[in-house]
């Protein structure tokens, strides 16, 4: 069953024509990593099989689906370029550069606590990392331009998810000490200084996405959600906690820095329509993903798939599969884009 035509010709057609970015900036984690981690020493890598085996001819690039990520979809739908180069990757181009690059990492999270558990690159490694990048940038294009470039271009962060399903449920360090309203309070207080960090260094226009219903992904079904594998009310409840933290810590910020637009880019009620009603949109299986069991499996655990997986909406247990990333991209452009002008 294919996804509705008009769904997908509304959300295009939306993005205005005469808006253009001259790039695009992610930082966040493994929902939009294009390949950071194989260029560092950790397990959370997807650089093999069956990882994107849907990707440019089935080529693994470390990218935690079967083919292209929410980053690679960004540039592609503004028209910049058709994919989101990860910046430790060696054979990056100076057009690379400046057409924008990924700093993510699967792993990762605001927390600090959340990347030192994975071995990854933390919020503040994958900062300097982006200081180094405007140093090589301005060598390229030169100050002027660079500046111009870190105005115009829209910063995007993808972090959370594993701060509360890994590091706040998944162990007794964080909640020995905080509830679970203050350790949200806590991880949007690090968005906001990172934000915050990204603006010094002359970004303007930043979108920093919230937090998916984390109770629904098919492993937090396996692991909490009973024999019925229903969704988790309590984590979709931190997820919605977060959000509203974020929310706020935004506007907070759009007050004091006028001349830049933070966005809070909502990730929660399409994605919670799109598996309470997988028909609507073309898919058959919501609580189970393509790799494996469908229940459990992901990264190295992912050994075999099924043979239908457009018919799914998660790849692996944790992460979609390029058909709804591309749904859900083309959702935040219709919604947000002109936020951005």
């Not at 915050?196 to 109770?215: E, M, N, S, T």
């Not at 935004?250 to 028909?279: E, G, T």
Request: charge should be neutral; hydrophobic fraction near 35%.
């Amino acid at each position: 069953m294919n996804v509705s035509l008009p769904y997908i010709a509304e959300a295009v057609n939306s993005i205005p024509k005469n808006i253009t970015f001259p790039a695009v900036i992610v930082f966040g984690d493994s929902l939009v990593d294009t390949g950071n981690n194989n260029y560092i020493k950790t397990i959370a890598k997807a650089n093999y099989l069956p990882y994107g085996k849907d990707f440019m001819g089935g080529k693994p690039t470390g990218r935690f689906s079967n083919g292209k990520v929410p980053s690679d979809l960004l540039v592609e739908e503004l028209g910049i370029k058709p994919l989101l180069p990860a910046y430790l990757d060696p054979t990056l181009t100076a057009q690379d550069l400046i057409t924008g690059v990924n700093f993510a990492s699967g792993g990762a999270g605001y927390d600090p606590l959340t990347s030192d558990i994975a071995s990854v690159l933390s919020l503040s490694k994958q900062l300097e990392l982006f200081k180094d990048y405007i140093i090589k940038l301005k060598r390229i294009a030169g100050e002027e331009r660079t500046s111009t470039i870190l105005r115009e271009t829209p910063i995007i962060l993808v972090f959370g998810s594993n701060d509360i399903t890994n590091t706040y449920y998944g162990g007794p360090l964080r909640k020995s000490h905080y509830d679970i309203s203050s350790y949200v309070g806590l991880l949007g207080s690090y968005a906001s200084s990172f934000v915050q960090d990204l603006y010094k260094l002359g970004a303007r226009r930043i979108g920093v996405f919230g937090l998916p219903p984390l109770g629904c992904l098919p492993s937090q079904r396996t692991l909490k959600g009973g024999a019925e594998r229903e969704c988790v009310e309590l984590y979709n409840q931190a997820a919605q906690l977060f959000n509203d933290k974020l929310s706020v810590e935004l506007n907070s910020v759009n007050s004091r820095f006028p001349d830049a637009r933070m966005i809070y880019i909502d990730i929660y009620n399409h994605p919670l329509d799109l598996i309470q009603n997988p028909n609507k949109y073309g898919f058959r299986t919501a609580n189970k993903g393509c790799c494996g069991s469908g229940t459990i499996e992901v990264a190295f655990l992912c050994k075999y798939t099924c043979s239908n997986v457009s018919e799914y909406i998660f790849w692996d247990s944790f992460h979609p599969t390029e058909k709804a990333y591309r749904l859900l991209v083309q959702q935040i452009l219709q919604q947000y884009v002109n936020n951005f002008i």
